[in-house]
């Protein structure tokens, strides 16, 4: 059974950092994509970053563009999300998740398998 669990998220100071780990496992088919996505009280879903598993490329949302790094380790089966320079509007529960489609765009549609989510909260 496909399983992604998140780690990582806690409370920091605006202008801190935290890293986020997403543990992927019992996937018996291949996935083109693993992303990053949050979810804020009251708003939708958004697609943070994504990292394409064939050649290894990386996309991001204009928000968090020079601040955020998706990163992976394929020994461990685990993707990373460094989060740096936080501030308030970054608060949200982040999941991830991962999708069959060779797309950048980040669609919440498109991923078939999503984490728990872990929440991240930026206040002083």
């Known amino acids: 059974q496909a399983q992604l669990v998140e780690s990582g998220g806690g409370l920091v100071q605006p202008g801190g950092s935290l890293r986020l780990s997403c543990a992927a496992s019992g996937f018996t088919s291949d996935f083109a994509m693993i992303g990053w996505f949050r979810q804020a009280p009251g708003k939708e879903r958004e697609g943070v970053s994504c990292l394409s598993i064939n050649d290894g490329n990386t996309y991001y949302a204009h928000s968090v563009e020079g601040r955020f790094t998706i990163s992976r380790d394929n020994a461990k089966n685990t993707v990373y999300l460094e989060m740096n320079s936080l501030q308030p509007e970054d608060t949200a529960v982040y999941y991830c998740?991962?999708?069959?489609?060779?797309?950048?765009?980040?669609?919440?549609?498109?991923?078939?398998?999503w984490g728990q989510g872990t929440q991240v909260t930026v206040s002083s």
């Open positions: 998740a991962t999708s069959s489609y060779s797309d950048h765009i980040m669609r919440v549609y498109e991923y078939e398998h």
